[in-house]
């Protein structure tokens, strides 16, 4: 199967697992060895500002962004997804626009004004060993599709789901009545 990486997995009415209902999850890296990606809209009751004071660093003024739960696995790594014109020497490169890294520099920075332009801030990923994520994708649980910058960060929480969907011509609600097996 051609690499899925800096795809969006959207998660559609027959996903069997309930912790990714309505679900979209931005698709950090796909190999034969498995898949890595982190959900995009799944904030958490908490803010930045929270971590900042966590670790005794003055936050920056304004309003605090969430922290998003990435996904079930490893809930305590933290993660920062980022518009790539930001620089860091830690990071992995999902796309020309879009980078992940893991490197505590990039919370400091963003305290001095210094950071990227765009980031969601998350704590654990979603991960698939070899073979699983395609087994889900035959079984209808996902569904793969472009991924767009503006929905990454940039589109509500709440709308992303159904945004995405209709961005690529499906009406998610009415996904359910459209599948089925020949």
């Not at 490197?103 to 332009?117: F, R, T, V, Y």
Request: proline share 8%.
């Amino acid at each position: 199967m051609e690499s899925l990486q800096g795809k969006f997995l959207l998660a559609t009415p027959q996903m069997p697992d309930p912790r990714f209902r309505e679900l979209v999850v931005y698709l950090c890296s796909h190999t034969a060895e498995g898949a890595m990606g982190v959900v995009i809209n799944q904030p958490s009751p908490y803010s930045l500002r929270e971590v900042f004071l966590g670790a005794n660093i003055t936050p920056p003024e304004g309003k605090s962004p969430p922290v998003y739960i990435g996904g079930p696995v490893e809930e305590s790594a933290a993660f920062f997804l980022y518009s790539s014109e930001y620089q860091t020497e830690n990071f992995l490169e999902i796309s020309d626009a879009v980078r992940i890294s893991g490197d505590a520099q990039i919370l400091l920075d963003i305290s001095q004004g210094k950071g990227p332009k765009d980031y969601l801030f998350l704590l654990g990923y979603a991960g698939w060993g070899p073979g699983q994520l395609e087994q889900e994708l035959t079984s209808n649980g996902w569904l793969s599709l472009p991924a767009d910058y503006q929905d990454i960060f940039n589109t509500p929480n709440e709308f992303k789901w159904k945004r995405v969907a209709a961005r690529n011509g499906i009406d998610i609600a009415l996904f359910a009545d459209k599948i089925g097996n020949a």
